[in-house]
């Protein structure tokens, strides 16, 4: 990696300096040095390790005029990788609009997306299997789309991921949500 790569970081440092991650408290920057991690891991370039790094960046921290920095910043191939990892509000204010949205965007993403977003996911389904382990059916609470609506989104982009074309972390991405879906199956109502 290069410089760029460490401007990035801190770039995304600045983004979520005072975000924090849902239940657990932990700084929020960890999921983006996560997924970068996980995107570096399954042999990604500098761009799609960048990208990994600010996936979250635009629709948390500033929408257009953040899209617009990271296009200068970091470049085109950089920017429409996050854009593609982007949930758009034109696809509606709704929790369930938005992740259908989101899922149909996917059947257009490239492969530098598709490594990206498998990434996220797959981070976030394994935090999520930890959270659950921890805290039982409470961790639902949470979750806008409460235990059905969460499992149905994880489910749903995954299999997305798989009809567009998949991507070097789909086979774990797979198995998280499915560990995930037979912990809260066999928990539910504990």
């Not at 991690?37 to 500098?46: D, K, M, N, P, T």
């Not at 979750?143 to 969460?150: D, L, S, W």
């Amino acid at each position: 990696m290069t410089d760029r790569f460490s401007k990035a970081v801190a770039y995304a440092n600045s983004l979520h300096r005072d975000q924090r991650r849902k239940g657990s408290g932990c700084p929020f920057i960890a999921h983006p040095l996560a997924v970068a991690a996980l995107v570096i891991e399954a042999g990604g370039s500098e761009d799609e390790c960048i990208a990994a790094l600010l996936h979250d960046a635009v629709e948390d921290q500033g929408g257009a005029p953040t899209a617009a920095e990271i296009r200068r910043r970091f470049g085109d191939r950089v920017a429409d990788t996050v854009g593609a990892c982007t949930e758009d509000p034109a696809w509606g204010w709704t929790w369930i609009e938005r992740k259908s949205g989101a899922i149909r965007n996917v059947a257009t993403a490239d492969a530098s997306a598709l490594l990206v977003l498998s990434a996220d996911k797959l981070h976030n389904a394994r935090s999520l299997a930890a959270a659950y382990r921890e805290r039982g059916d409470r961790v639902w609470e949470r979750f806008h789309g409460g235990r059905e609506g969460t499992l149905w989104y994880f489910r749903a982009m995954t299999d997305s991921i798989a009809r567009a074309g998949g991507s070097p972390l789909h086979d774990e991405l797979d198995r998280a949500v499915r560990e995930l879906e037979e912990l809260a199956i066999g928990g539910a109502g504990s």
